[in-house]
T-cell receptor
């Protein structure tokens, strides 16, 4: 079974631009979560989608948004990029949302550099 | 929002040594997970502990969940270079999001 895939793997943008990242979950998984990882703050939860609906949202500004499609694939968008948005963006999938005891499977991430 | 404190932040040891990584919080979690992340990859789940006082072993790795479900530890016996990586603990916040500690970077040299 193929794992979680994320595209692109690397991205360089300039301040003020916007960016869209894509995540394809493991086949059969309907829940997709997004995390931002930086050296200073570690891994921080952005949002989770299930059945095309945002289920939970972390403490990030409105410039960060996401969506999920009927095939469970998800995209996240960051508008008006800032230097501080440079990070590794990780996507994780699981069958259904619920208790954290269910394993989440992470993709390799998209490394975004904002200049 | 619950917070997880991990210590130490960095650890550099020789092959064959033992080590312990700690994960502490002032809040109770319904479950706690340990992940290992290698450069260029996403975190990979090592173990999930759910019951207070629970101990789980994975080869040379021993995981313990505190009785009050506020803290956890990861002990590695006879570390090997292949154990090198970033170790992350994550607590389940009432079935919503995972709250991650900032991680412990482990380097094991031969």
């Amino acid at each position: 079974k193929a794992g979680v895939t994320q595209t692109p793997r690397y991205l360089i943008k300039t301040r003020g631009q916007q960016v869209t990242l894509s995540c394809s979950p493991i086949s059969g998984h309907r829940s997709v979560s997004w995390y931002q990882q930086t050296p200073g703050q570690g891994l921080q939860f952005l949002f989770e989608y299930f059945s095309e609906t945002q289920r939970n949202k972390g403490n990030f500004p409105g410039r960060f948004s996401g969506r999920q499609f009927s095939n469970s694939r998800s995209e996240m968008n960051v508008s008006t990029l800032e230097l501080g948005d440079s990070a590794l963006y990780l996507c994780a999938s699981r069958h259904t949302p619920g208790t954290g005891a269910e394993t989440q499977y992470f993709g390799p991430g998209t490394r975004l550099l904002v200049l | 929002t619950q917070l997880l404190e991990q210590s130490p932040q960095f650890l550099s040891i020789q092959e064959g040594e033992n080590l312990t990584v700690y994960c502490n919080s002032s809040s109770v979690f319904s479950s706690l997970q340990w992940y290992r992340q290698e450069p260029g990859e996403g975190p990979v789940l090592l173990v999930t502990v759910v019951t207070g006082g629970e101990v789980k072993k994975l080869k040379r790795l021993t995981f313990q969940f505190g009785d009050a479900r506020k803290d956890s530890s990861l002990h590695i016996t006879a570390a090997q270079p292949g154990d090198t990586g970033l170790y992350l603990c994550a607590g389940d916040e009432a079935g919503t999001a995972l709250i991650f500690g900032k991680g412990t970077t482990l380097s094991v040299s031969s």
